[in-house]
Nanobody, 124 residues
């Protein structure tokens, strides 16, 4: 069993930055892909970014390309999402997800372990 915990959310002004962190425990997840999803009030959970088990492959939704960067440190069992140039449409609860699969997926069903989420609020 893998336990996933997110941190780093908060309130930030439009144009600002936040860095989300994800820590996994219970077993090494170095062999699994990781991803970030988000969910705004009244909306479905949506894919934000993913990274392969090795970190060599990443993928982003179009609206965050060039602003967000996903990374991972398998030695520390952590993953991060650096978010720059934030805008109000980035507001939501951000979830970290871990997969037993080596390759990333953009669908929620591609991930086996989920954190509780961390709130990100961008004020305009």
């Amino acid at each position: 069993q893998v336990h996933v915990v997110e941190s780093g959310g908060g309130l930030v002004q439009a144009g600002g930055s936040l860095r989300l962190s994800c820590a996994a425990s219970g077993r090494s997840f170095s062999t699994g892909a990781m991803a970030w999803f988000r969910q705004a009030p009244g909306k479905e959970r949506e894919f934000v970014a993913a990274i392969s088990w090795s970190g060599s492959s990443t993928y982003y939704r179009d609206s965050v390309k060039g602003r967000f960067t996903i990374s991972r440190d398998n030695a520390k069992n952590t993953a991060h999402l650096q978010m720059n140039s934030l805008n109000s449409e980035d507001t939501g609860v951000y979830y970290c997800a871990a997969s037993r699969s080596l390759a990333w997926s953009v669908g929620t069903d591609g991930y086996d372990y989920w954190g509780q989420g961390t709130q990100v609020t961008v004020s305009s």
